[in-house]
């Protein structure tokens, strides 16, 4: 079996189609690149599991919750809602933002973006901008 480990630059265009590029890892023999098609895997920045507590702010509206992932395109968060439209623009507030010495700050991070996608729980917002604001 292959082990596949993406690479930092995990896109490259061929003739203006998008390749998927994956390495193999180090203890296989037939290492190198191996392409394939995008298309299985819709996401192209990393997510990381990072779990804080956040706002999502619908006009005046305050509905709380906890961030599940974020990434440099967007996140995904907890939350109970009464059915946010997929499309309508959003800011989140996340506070506790952990600082360069690993403990909770007065900083919040605001994201501004609009919901690509949500259910019962969750929300995902891909975001169009943000900022880091002092509590």
Known sequence: ???KTRTLAAYHYQDGNPIER???SPDNKNSGFIS???GSERRTTQRFPIELPAE???LEMRIPGTTVNISSGGLLMKCSHDSVKVGR???VRITNWPNSSGK???VVLVIDGAVVRDSTE???VRRSRYQF???
């Open 1 to 3: 079996m292959v082990k």
């Open 122 to 124: 969750y929300v995902a």
């Open 104 to 106: 909770n700050s007065e």
């Open 22 to 24: 994956e390495t193999a």
């Open 36 to 38: 394939k098609a995008a």
């Open 56 to 58: 999502l702010c619908i």
């Open 133 to 135: 604001v002092e509590a």
């Open 89 to 91: 623009r959003v800011k």
